[in-house]
Structure formats: structure tokens, C-alpha cells
């Protein structure tokens, strides 16, 4: 009897939720990972100087139904928790007005939870947002009213990762109607970081299933023969696929058209700057949202505070130095608010991690997408498929998809040899 296997190259968010859908089904996996760690854009840095943090402050929100199911399965539901169960923080720092508002609308209905400057007449334009007839940038449904300031523009962008006035309104409907259900709007992040709260549990939940997670092993050519893969060449190994194996190829557009270049993938990217400063902090963890500013969001943890800017194509090759010293005047006056010791002139140590790639560019035009299927026996996964935002929880959906559209695959009726699979690996 042969044995399939599911062998997923790329162990991002996208590849962890496709091993666990193989795997959960009672079918095998094998993972494959270029860096030395899981993760991919949802990471722990872990330097040796012991200044820990993300790459980035990733958010879930209670509406990403399958992302949330993944952290159940894998037991590390409660560790995402929700920082502002009173309503979001936001901090004008051009006026220097703080108030909380609701993202979801059904609070609006508390005059104390409305964002700034909302009107009846902006009603009907944001359910023009969640229901639009036809795709558009964001900013021609909303146009430049207050609201745009206050909620939408700065939703669009941390939602998006594109500008309100690029991005596209079908994306933010998708996301926006999900978020209508009662309670789907809490907003969530990991308790002490990615790394422990959904990379780890993940892994270690896929090794308990007996899955080898290989990192290090970069995909460097895909063997293929007419409309099978055959091979895959890694680092410091060439496997060759039995008949009934498949793969999965859960990689960023950029790695996907370097592999199988006759297929259409996104070419835009976006930037996502993240500074982390190195500051005693709160042993809740406390997050605010900025406008009038450059940083957007802040996240206090017990030893640090995170600060992201989406979108930021506009800063982003700045100098560290620059970046830091610029975002520490706007924050330190919020962080004393909160009781920390936090002078604007005493700017503690801090770490800038640019993301230059961080998702897709998400703008209102029809994006080139590859079928999700290229060949018989191989599928691709990845956030930047499909029609939901780039986030995790497309990421989650797309390995899922990937498992299912494979569930049917044909087997191959011959085997490759070693030889010819090598003579093929060197003509490539
Ligand atoms: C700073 C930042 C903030 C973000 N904030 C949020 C947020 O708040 N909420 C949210 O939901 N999402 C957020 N995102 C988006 C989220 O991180 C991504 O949507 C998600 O991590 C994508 O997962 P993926 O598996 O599709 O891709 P990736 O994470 O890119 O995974 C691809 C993996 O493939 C590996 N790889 C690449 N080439 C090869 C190869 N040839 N061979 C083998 N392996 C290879 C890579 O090393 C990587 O591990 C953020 C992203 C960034 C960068």
C-alpha cells in the first residue's frame, strides 16, 4: 500500500492551518520551512540580549470565526484576550481629545461609544461600505467627511494595510459585514506574544501528530511533469512525491511566481513599520489607537510598548533613529496618562522592524489570482488568496481550502525515478 502524504512547503500561518486540516482528518503531513523558525509574518523576535517582542502587533477580532477555531484546536483560545472591553481608545493628538468608541455599529446607539463627528447621513454611506455594488476605493463611498478621520480611514488602513483612498471597498465590505453579528467585534491579542500564543501551540500540536516541522529547508525548484508535481529540491534534500502524495505550496505571490512562473499572482505590496520600546509597562496589556499622528496603534505589554504604522510607504526607508525618536514624542505623553514613567525627553532603548512586504497592496482593482489548483496534485494556501482581507484569518481559510481542493486528487499511475527526477532537478 502507498502511503499519501501532504507535504506543505512554507510554515506561515497559511501552512500551520493546512497541516492541521490534513492532519485532522487522519492524513499525513511533512511541513517545510525556508527560515530557521515557524511563523512567518506572524513572529516572535527573540534576540539574545533578551529584548523580546513581536515583529508586529498582530489583532484578531472575535468575527474571524476560523482563525479563532484554529486556536481552540490547538488550545491556545484563552490566550488571546481582549485589552479594551470598554470600547477602543482613541487619542487625537492634533486636538488632544481622547475618547472610546465601539467599532461595532449596534453600539453606536451609546451617544458616549459613536466615533467623532458621526452623522445620520454617514449611516447610509458606511452600509454602502458593507454592501457595495461594485468595487471602489474606499474614500469615493465616504468621501471627506469627519467620519473618514475618525473611524473609516484609520479601519481601512489597520484593516487593509492599503489607504482609504486606494483601497478597495468590497475587501473592507467583506470584513465589515462579518463584523455586523452581535459580539464579533471584540477586538483580541496574544496574551504574551505570537510565538507562545498560537506559533508554538500550533507546532507542538502538529508534532503530538506525529508531523515533522523542517526548518531551514528552503523550496528551490519544484520538479514538475506535464501537470504533476514530481519533486521538490530543498536546501539540502530532493524528495520525490509518490503517486498518491500531494503539495501544498503555502508561500507569498513573489515566492509562487518564482516557482511556477506561467501563473498570475499580485505584484503591489504594502509596508508595515513597528517600533518597540523597551519600558516597564502595565501587567495588562493596554491598547490605544492614534490619529493626527504618525503611529496608529499602541500596545502596552508588561515590558514593552508596541507602536504600528500601516500603510507606510510614505516612512518607511526614514532612519530608525528618526522613526523612533519622532514616534516617542508623539506617545510619552499617553504613557504617562497611563501612569508610566515615560519622559518625552528620555527616549528608552527601541527596535524598528520594517516589513516592506508586510501583505498584498489591497486597492480597488481586480488583483491577477492563480487558480488554487495549478496542477493535479498540488495546491496553493497563502493570505493573499481569495477575496477576504490579508490577514491571519485568510490565511487560516486559505490552507483549509487548499486541503479540500486536494481531497479529491487523482493518484499518478508511475512512480519517477531518483535519476530522472535528479536529471530534471540540475536541467532546472
Ligand atoms: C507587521 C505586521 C502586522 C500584521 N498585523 C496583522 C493583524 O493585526 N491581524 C491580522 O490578522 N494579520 C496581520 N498581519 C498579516 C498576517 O501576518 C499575515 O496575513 C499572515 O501571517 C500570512 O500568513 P501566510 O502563511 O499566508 O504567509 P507567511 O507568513 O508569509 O508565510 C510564508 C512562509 O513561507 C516561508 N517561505 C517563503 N519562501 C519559501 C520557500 N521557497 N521554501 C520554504 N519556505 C518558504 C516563509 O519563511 C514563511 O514562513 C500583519 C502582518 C505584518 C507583517
Not at 534576540?47 to 476560523?66: E, K, M, Q, S, Y
Not at 491556545?76 to 472591553?85: K, L, M, Q, S, V
Not at 511556477?260 to 495588562?284: M, S
Request: proline fraction near 8%; hydrophobic fraction near 45%; charged fraction near 20%.
Amino acid at each position: 500500500m502507498t502511503i499519501r502524504r501532504t507535504h506543505i512547503v512554507g510554515a506561515g500561518i497559511a501552512g500551520l492551518s493546512a497541516a492541521l486540516a490534513v492532519t485532522a482528518e487522519g492524513g499525513e503531513a511533512v511541513l517545510y520551512e525556508a527560515a530557521p523558525q515557524p511563523g512567518g509574518r506572524c513572529r516572535t523576535i527573540q534576540p539574545a540580549d533578551g529584548f523580546i517582542h513581536d515583529n508586529g502587533t498582530h489583532v484578531l477580532f472575535t468575527a474571524n470565526r476560523r482563525a479563532l477555531s484554529l486556536l481552540k484546536d490547538v488550545g491556545a483560545r484563552d490566550r488571546w484576550i481582549e485589552p479594551e472591553p470598554k470600547g477602543l481608545p482613541l487619542h487625537d493628538l492634533k486636538t488632544g481629545t481622547a475618547r472610546r468608541i465601539g467599532l461595532s455599529p449596534w453600539s453606536w446607539l451609546l451617544p458616549s461609544r459613536r466615533p467623532d463627528g458621526l452623522k445620520f447621513s454617514d449611516l447610509s454611506r458606511i452600509a454602502r461600505l458593507a454592501f457595495p455594488s461594485q468595487d471602489c476605493p474606499v474614500a469615493a463611498i465616504i468621501g471627506n467627511r469627519p467620519i473618514m478621520d475618525s473611524l473609516i480611514g484609520p479601519l481601512t488602513v489597520a484593516v487593509l494595510n492599503t489607504p482609504a483612498s486606494e483601497a478597495s471597498a468590497s475587501r473592507l465590505g467583506l470584513a465589515l459585514r462579518q463584523m455586523l453579528w452581535p459580539r464579533a467585534c471584540r477586538l483580541l491579542v496574544a496574551r504574551n506574544g505570537l510565538g507562545e500564543d498560537l506559533v508554538q501551540p500550533a507546532t507542538e500540536t502538529l508534532q503530538a501528530r506525529g508531523v515533522p516541522v523542517l526548518a531551514g529547508q528552503r523550496l528551490r525548484t519544484l520538479l514538475t511533469n506535464g501537470q504533476r508535481a514530481i519533486g521538490l529540491a530543498l536546501t539540502d534534500r530532493t524528495v520525490a512525491l509518490g503517486p498518491d502524495d500531494r503539495v501544498i505550496l503555502a508561500l507569498p505571490p513573489y515566492e509562487i511566481q518564482r516557482l511556477l512562473p506561467t501563473l498570475p499572482v499580485p505584484q503591489g505590496f504594502e509596508p508595515i513599520l513597528n517600533v518597540h520600546y523597551r519600558i516597564p509597562g502595565l501587567a495588562r496589556p493596554r491598547f490605544i489607537g492614534f490619529t493626527g499622528a504618525l503611529a496608529q496603534w499602541m500596545l502596552v505589554r508588561p515590558d514593552h510598548v508596541s507602536i504600528t504604522v500601516s500603510a507606510a510607504h510614505d516612512v518607511i526607508d526614514l532612519s530608525a533613529d528618526d522613526l523612533s525618536q519622532t514616534i516617542w514624542r508623539e506617545i510619552a505623553p499617553t504613557l504617562q496618562s497611563l501612569g508610566l514613567d515615560a519622559a518625552i525627553d528620555r527616549q528608552p532603548e527601541a527596535r524598528v522592524v520594517k516589513e516592506k512586504r508586510a501583505t498584498i497592496k489591497q486597492a480597488a482593482n481586480l488583483l491577477p489570482l492563480p487558480p488554487l489548483r495549478p496542477l493535479a496534485n498540488l495546491a496553493l494556501a497563502g493570505d493573499w488568496l481569495g477575496s477576504l482581507p490579508a490577514t491571519i484569518e485568510s490565511a487560516v481559510v486559505s490552507g483549509e481550502l487548499a486541503v479540500a481542493a486536494l481531497r479529491h486528487a487523482r493518484g499518478a499511475k508511475l512512480t519517477v525515478s531518483r535519476t530522472s527526477l535528479q536529471r530534471r532537478e540540475n536541467a532546472a
